[in-house]
């Protein structure tokens, strides 16, 4: 495998791996621990949200815990190589972030709440790390499916933003984009801390406070 060689700077499109055209591992039918399906077709009005928070373990836990989550699954999204590995996105030559596909139900929470989970549950201010992970794979980004939803992610980034200024810390460096591609990982990474309590998980907040709306009754 050709490896990039500096994991904390983006490779160009023209020199990621060409990657394949079919998964090369199952998915999981059920959530180990909400038991609901990981993939496609989900209920409808439900709403799916992808975020990048760091190693996919803990950010994962994070929102499996959250009230009104029906799904998680974790998987490689943001990058420019179909159907990578675990392997190959770790080495920096995919341009993927590893990230969560949240599936919420509308009626019992709000992709509003999923923001506040995802800026309070890690530290946006790193840039292409998250503690001492470091490289690509462990930047900051919220990928949005619609207008709403970017509109959503504007006015949250902007709210905590002026939080963490008056809370000394730097400038957000979150990657903010169209939702494209979500490559789901291989079926041991999903719900990794499910199946091992004592797993890693590097996750850290900043412990500042992100002022956006609560998830609905």
């Known amino acids: ?43 409808d009005g439900f709403e799916t949200a992808v975020f990048g928070l760091g190693c996919f373990w803990g950010a994962e836990r994070i929102f499996w815990q959250a009230p009104g989550v029906w799904t998680t699954a974790v998987g490689y999204a943001g990058g420019y190589t179909p159907n990578p590995t675990y392997e190959e996105v770790c080495s920096g030559s995919t341009g993927h972030t590893e990230a969560v596909l949240v599936v919420l139900d509308p009626s019992k929470t709000s992709y509003e709440e999923m923001l506040r989970i995802f800026w309070e549950g890690h530290d946006p201010t790193q840039g292409m790390r998250q503690g001492n992970d470091v490289g690509t794979q462990y930047r900051s980004a919220v990928y949005y499916a619609d207008d709403r939803q970017r509109e959503a992610v504007e006015a949250s980034l902007a709210m905590f933003q002026e939080k963490l200024r008056e809370s000394g810390y730097g400038e957000i460096s979150t990657e903010i984009a169209q939702a494209g591609d979500f490559y789901y990982a291989e079926p041991y990474h999903q719900q990794y801390l499910a199946k091992n309590p004592n797993g890693y998980c590097g996750l850290g907040g900043t ?11």
Do not use: W, Y
């Not at 904390?8 to 039918?29: H, N, S, Y």
């Not at 500042?208 to 609905?216: F, R």
């Open 1 to 43: 495998m050709l490896l990039f060689g500096d994991k904390t700077k983006m490779i160009e499109p023209e020199r990621a791996l060409r990657g394949r055209d079919q998964r090369p591992f199952p998915v999981p039918d059920r959530h180990e621990v909400l038991g609901n399906p990981l993939t496609p077709p989900f209920p």
């Open 207 to 217: 412990g500042v406070s992100c002022p956006i709306g609560l998830a609905t009754s």
